[in-house]
C-alpha cells in the first residue's frame, strides 16, 4: 500500500520549534521530488518547502526563509521539516507530498503530488 504519513504536530508557542516528519512506505521516496506545504482555516493551500531528490535543489516559501530546513534521509524512506522561531500565522495543517518529475519551484509554487500524506495540524499559541 502506497502511503505517506506525516507526524510531529502539536500545539506550540509562539518562538518554540518542532520537527515534522514525513515517512513513505509503498514506494521508493529518493525517487520523488518531496514538498511540504500548509493549509490554515479558509485559506488556499501553499507551498512552505520542497527538495528535490538528492537534496541538491531546495525551495522555502518567503514567509519561512531562515526560520524552517527541509531535509531527507532516503535511507529512512523519510523527509523532515524543522520549524522554529514559529509564529501564530504558521498554524495549520501540513502536509507533504510526492512528485515526479518536477522542480522544486514549480511543486511548491503550484502545490501538486502524486501522493498525498493524511496531515497534521501545527498549532502556534500562547
Known amino acids: 500500500q502506497v502511503q505517506l504519513v506525516e507526524s510531529g504536530g502539536g500545539l506550540v508557542q509562539p518562538g518554540g520549534s518542532l520537527r515534522l516528519s514525513c515517512a513513505a512506505s509503498?514506494?521508493?521516496?529518493?525517487?520523488?521530488?518531496i514538498g511540504w506545504f500548509r493549509q490554515a482555516p479558509g485559506k488556499e493551500r501553499e507551498g512552505v518547502s520542497c527538495i528535490s531528490t538528492r537534496a541538491y535543489n531546495i525551495y522555502y516559501a518567503d514567509s519561512v526563509k531562515g526560520r524552517f530546513t527541509i531535509s531527507r534521509d532516503n535511507t529512512k524512506n523519510t523527509v523532515y521539516l524543522q520549524m522554529s522561531s514559529l509564529k501564530p500565522e504558521d498554524t495549520a495543517v501540513y502536509y507533504c507530498a510526492a512528485l515526479y518529475p518536477t522542480t522544486v519551484q514549480a511543486m511548491c509554487v503550484r502545490p501538486s503530488g502524486t501522493y498525498w500524506g493524511q496531515g497534521t495540524q501545527v498549532t502556534v499559541s500562547s
Open positions: 509503498g514506494f521508493t521516496l529518493d525517487d520523488y521530488v
